[in-house]
């Protein structure tokens, strides 16, 4: 039940209360209303949001709201090291029909309370910050973190390819070669696509429910992957994916380039070219007709001048946004995990 509080939105029937691991098709259907209502085209299934939070402890980090015991908000939060820098990360979805009623709001400032203290705690050292991610049409989710003190720190975009007519042709250095995935190989591919982005920002360590997800994942095809051997050694990966219940929903045939790494050894010589090129033609082998991937807008590597190389134009953007644990952005503020010069402040 809700104990009272000052911040308390005067909604009827409203009540607070920890998730379950039962909640995870409600607080789907909340996302998926909220993209809807944004006119974002992605759909979310309760398993799959499941797996992608697979960190976290429903009843420690996930809070929902119900009005009459319907589910129609909900709100996480968690602790993880990025960068050198313990950040609160904060997610959460209100269903547009109950939106600007302070639910979200009141959501927020009761996940942060509760991340503060664990903070204080926390053994690790180094900075404090709070960050949370947003689609550029996601405007009630920057509305709220704008009136929270929050301030971009990091961009990057959602891109698009069409996979009919011609694809470009890029083939692997010599002595590379792409291989079927192997259940056995699971693991070093897994250690590589980590190793490859220890240089990239927001990098966190991976966990073995990471792993799970990335092998165990409801829509994950190991399959659809392209991976890149130098001998014994994995020099780059695409996770492609193709996520079918979402296409269905939408009468889409859209695949999804994901994870495209090379190991700092193997860069500079084509392999990212040459993996793409051939994902292209496994997803349009699947019956695709169009591929899509995020990139860090940042990117030390230049991801999105090569995206755009292979023929991918921006959809829509996104941004991480950040501030001090105990307060707003001040002016000038730079989140800890940006290096000076490093270009990674969206504005």
Known sequence: MT????????????VFRPATTDDWPAMAAIVNRARQ????????????????????????????AEIDGSVVAHGMGFLVERDGVLVAEMLGAV?????????GTALFHRGLARLRAEAVIDPRPGPREVRSYSLDD????????????????????EMRRPLTGTLPDHVLPAGLEVRPVATDQHRRIFDADNEAFEDHWGHRAPTEEDFAAHFGGPEVDPALWCVAWDGGEVAGVVMNAILRDENAKLGIRRGWLEHVSVRRPWRGRGVAKALCSLSFRVLRGQGMDEAWLGVDGAN????????EGLGFHVVRGWKAYGRPLDGAAPAGWRSAGDPPGDGGTGG
């Open 37 to 64: 209502a944004d006119g974002v085209d992605e759909v979310r299934s309760g398993a799959s949001l499941a797996a992608d939070f697979a960190m976290l402890v429903p009843g420690r980090d996930i809070l929902i």
């Open 3 to 14: 104990a009272a509080r000052p911040d308390n939105p005067d909604v009827s029937g409203l």
């Open 300 to 307: 030390p590597t230049g991801a999105v001048r090569l995206y």
């Open 138 to 157: 996601e405007t009630s989710d920057r509305v709220l973190l704008e009136a929270e003190g929050f301030v971009p720190i990091r961009f990057g975009y």
């Open 95 to 103: 269903d547009p029909a109950h939106r600007r009623r302070g639910i």
